[in-house]
């Protein structure tokens, strides 16, 4: 390599020092706030091009070779880059958040201080229904007239615990027992460090629709208004080839390889072959998880669904 | 490195296997069960002998090569062997046991199921008080008199948030929004597996008499009941190369090695030197934590503390 | 969740149990052992029904499970698995493979031992050619007449670089510097030990045709005769959800879409606008890698190739 | 919590910003370059407040706080602060330093590129010898006779590797196979980046002084230029509470403790109840590890050995 210049100055984001300290607010008192950052876009291309050596004068350009360490998932060069985060989250999302494992962490402790006198509170109109399809999701919200007696509940079950939590302080029971029964929802802080390659997967898992709406809400906040900001070139990479891009299993692309160029008869022939095409009593495809995926992936894509046409006829 | 015999057999512990699928009980209605175990004893002499070589035919015997290990903090050899473990706890104590980060874990989903009908209960004479020298503890209990009048108002509290978080599903909220009332000492589930390395860091922290009796009461059932059981010698080197210890820093070491060699009065000057000794408007001792620590370990050494000879002078 | 059997015995998996401790040759000198596991099929499935709890009466079964878990990156019940290896590979290739963070290891001392007396010798006819196209990979091999001179070259050089190991070690100087000009071709061995997730990651890269020849045999060697008879579900998932799978970008999906509904034209105005089709002063078709990797796809998709299309007319 | 502040800026250390990109010179050609950095002592004391909440404010001073944590190894506001170095070292040494698994690394890639064209070498006074104690260490080194003889061969082997490398390129062979006969001294370089905590480690085992002279060379110049500018609190606490601490197991405490409230014999009969005073045929003290150890803590601490003074009577 090169001899190294002799000296160097910090990286740094004019747009993200700008809001170097801003609390973005997120649910009903929860919010995300910037707290200091290492590296950007550059940052990233220099460390994929100490890899690569005298190498990559040939790589074209910062964008298409961050796009190429995204597509192929060199993730080393994004490690090169931090995010340092203060965050107000109820502690039932904190419950998730913190199955992250590649981060830092310092969360404000219930055993040294009296915890914080907020729990999220739900709108009238927020309750959300159990979803049909999913097991694990939320579809649509509970009429508001019903909603603004769970949200009076709430607000009169908050209350109750708080006070027995005030009288156990008063009595002099110590703060790590008198928290115990604080409502799951109750809020907490915490810094929070991770590097972009970490968060990035985080961002993938916690912006997905399926993700808790709570959950998402901060991923959304932490990926559009920070990260946006910080790694322009790192976040469009993100959107195209993670969060917007479809996998096709083995079976999937074989399928749709033999809808081109054999017609549907051969593609019916392999989905048959892989036991996706068992039929209940009634006569109805059988409920099929891998084929219904499968199904969704080609209504994306465009294409033809091969035992639908034959269903038709 | 020699051939390698061409079969093996599995290490086995048949202290281990006895109790395999066994709930320990812990608290009042948790426990610590063991679902699977890799390694030994010998497994981890084996490891290290991979390091050392044809070399470490010299080294005596298994135990002293593994308190060699543990004394001097070689750590890979222990990462050898894994514990799988399916455990009932509070949320409030599993909110610190997930901080150590080094363990894989399998929690039971309120979002997918129904929370577990249990919160953890506080007898009569268990409400414990907060510790006066001690922000973060915990010392002494408040007289079962009171202590009953908060039983029976943490059994209403916990009823009362059931009663919601049933109401609320009765009417079609989905569960992962129906449970965010629910108490901090809400029981969960999981299966955990860890290293034994990463779990003797968790031992060492979380049987610390500064832990928080909870989480340290799972702390001693995995300790002595599991891990005392599957590789006892590790267990006896951790009691006294670990847990047993006593570290002093490098002015304890000086102040121990000036009283030995100098007397008092060279010891003294060491403390004055870096500060422990200066008096508040009262003429007495001002509180300093460092000067603090080092006292209770020249006790516990049995040792003078010279500026307390000094003081009575 | 229901009470817990009192009683257990850990998973066995006969034909795993076979080959414990049979050493698979790679290279010239290597090879691959299994020295213990961890966990099986039935394993992975357990721990994820802890998840979901009583839910998962409804899942179908293991085979449909492990599937959903593959597809969906649901990681941490596959982290549930352990597999230990003892290996012996080039220092060259263990570069490589040390980089996998996530995995214990226990790895022959040169500071404690003699260096061991091999380094991975090539046939005249295994002399690979630089790739063209790929800046970091082989294609082809040198003619056999060539290739026997340099493994006369290599022959010797290995000799000298030994001999003057053992001059240096004869006249008194320690291992730890006497090793340092031994070829990087030195063999070396270590125990390995991963969680199966985390060698899935390791699988993925290093079975890709990309990966160079020496790591990916080891990669093919630890998956194909270890893993596949460990966790037969768990590897035909992973053969067609993670190895066999392609992945189309936000834009790659759309290009499809406008193919199939729209004709070529609308694909190729998704193209252009994308700066795709920049020609050099030739009028072709200028070097653009993200779009020749797209056409590789379309190519696996039996799609046609809209640029192309447009080319010839 | 308080609300926070709406505007922050990003700590910087202006000691270490002037040496930003300086490469501080190790060993013949390789160097420890400063490339970025994140977070200083104010912000370790600033995330651990944020754990103890208001509480803090009772803690007295920055130093005495960093130096708490220290000392009771809470970890996690170490954590917080982020160092990026870009080093030059030889294989050999970075074989050892990559073990490291809690860093993000990005190495110069000789499949990418033609490795870098040096390989360490040895003065002719600079060849170490064999320990005679510890048989994985050095000590004295060769005279400087004999050493220039070495010193000669050794420039003879690199240069020969290295023509065999250029022949073998020029040949068309693959740069990822040329390579392999290299020698492990040829030096590689590396972005290196890891968090406070997890660099403590680093330099805890790498600056001992049994770790070998390579490495240590590179964690001396680490600590000592970059550390100590970065962090000075940190530092300080670093060299009192981890480098110049000891660490008495149980049984050491208890022989102390025992010397100097009861006198020597009963320290005695404790080391006799441990095995430590076995006698080998000839009536000497049998060699025993941990009892050599214990005997140089004692004499650190400057106090009598038991079994010594018994010995001489």
């Not at 550059?42 to 005298?54: E, N, T």
């Not at 790589?59 to 090169?80: A, C, N, Q, W």
């Not at 479809?246 to 399928?255: D, G, K, P, W, Y």
């Not at 072959?273 to 059988?286: F, I, N, S």
Request: glycine share 6%; charged share 25%.
């Amino acid at each position: 390599m090169s001899q190294p210049p002799e000296s160097l100055t910090r990286p740094r984001v004019a747009a993200l020092d700008e809001i170097l300290g801003r609390a973005f607010p997120v649910l009903d008192d929860g919010f995300v706030r910037l707290i200091d950052y290492m590296g950007d876009d550059a940052a990233i291309v220099q460390a994929a091009r100490v890899s690569y050596g005298a190498g990559t004068k040939k790589v074209s350009d910062d964008r298409g070779l961050i796009r190429y360490l995204m597509r192929h998932r060199h993730t080393t060069p994004f490690e090169m880059c931090e995010l340092k985060l203060h965050v107000r989250v109820p502690m039932d999302a904190w419950r998730q958040w913190i199955r992250h494992r590649s981060a830092s962490v310092n969360e404000y402790s219930t055993r040294y201080s009296i915890a914080i006198d907020a729990a999220q509170r739900t709108a009238a109109h927020a309750w959300r229904l159990q979803a049909e399809g999913n097991r694990q999701g939320s579809e649509g919200v509970l009429d508001a007239g019903a909603g603004a007696a769970f949200s009076r509940q709430e607000a009169e079950l908050h209350d109750r615990a708080r006070a027995a939590y005030q009288e156990r302080l008063a009595a002099g029971i110590a703060r790590e027992q008198a928290r115990k029964d604080l409502p799951l929802a109750t809020y907490t802080e915490a810094y929070w460090k991770i590097d972009l390659h970490n968060l990035m997967h985080f961002l993938a898992l916690r912006m997905d629709p399926h993700a808790q709406f709570e959950i998402r809400s901060y991923a959304e906040t932490i990926g559009r208004q920070i990260v946006a900001r910080w790694v322009p070139l790192v976040w469009e990479a993100f959107l195209d080839h993670r969060l917007g891009a479809v996998q096709l299993s083995r079976l999937e692309a074989a399928i749709v390889a033999a809808l081109g160029r054999d017609g549907s008869a051969a593609a019916l022939a392999l989905a048959a072959q892989a036991g996706w095409l068992a039929r209940d009593a009634a006569g109805e495809l059988a409920r099929h998880r891998e084929r219904a995926e499968c199904e969704e992936k080609l209504a994306r894509l465009g294409l033809p669904c091969p035992w639908h046409i034959d269903n038709d006829n």
